[in-house]
């Protein structure tokens, strides 16, 4: 079992980057599931970390009992011990954590081009935004930081699969 979690704050291409990583997999025909810690705890009240872990670790398990053993992960990971039960969840100690960065007025830029106008909870992302990209610039143990301006996808994709080329090919 390996787990491949994307972190960054919000409007940094988690998403976006998590989908070209899955995309050159599956053109390998590299078995894997991708979760989106945003899709499984899309809820209200906004579920705190432990929550959004709970549901990953469901999630996974659902991928998992299918016979799945590689992960792709997307998620704002806001602390070492977020990242411990993370892999606690996921139940696996082998990983590679990838950082997506971005300038902050980039990341709100981006939030505001692609949330609805008339979302309410647009001023909480905004805010959060700011906080996680300062956890996620102070998280140890990041394997590869990517920075979401210079790198493309394809780029960032073939970035991750170098990095553990004996799990994820390339």
């Known amino acids: 079992m390996f787990v491949v979690i994307v972190t960054g704050a919000a409007g940094v291409g988690k998403t976006t980057y998590l ?11 590299i078995a894997h599931a991708t979760v989106d810690a945003d899709d499984v705890s899309w809820a209200y009240p906004y579920p705190d970390v432990e929550a959004r872990t709970q549901y990953v670790r469901h999630a996974w398990a659902a991928y998992r009992d299918q016979g799945h053993e590689l992960l792709l992960l997307g998620e704002v990971v806001e602390s070492p011990e977020h990242l411990a039960g993370l892999l606690e969840g996921v139940e696996t100690a082998d990983h590679l954590l990838v950082r997506l960065t971005a300038p ?40 590869l930081t990517i920075d979401t301006v210079r790198t493309g996808p394809l780029e960032a994709a073939a970035q991750i699969r170098a990095a553990r080329p004996d799990k994820l090919g390339g």
């Open 19 to 29: 989908t070209a990583l899955t995309d050159v997999l599956a053109d390998d025909e």
């Open 104 to 143: 902050y007025m980039l990341l709100r830029q981006r939030i505001l081009a692609r949330e609805p106008v008339e979302w309410s909870g647009t001023q909480y992302l905004l805010e959060e935004t700011r906080r996680w990209a300062k956890a996620i610039d102070a998280l140890d143990g990041a394997h």
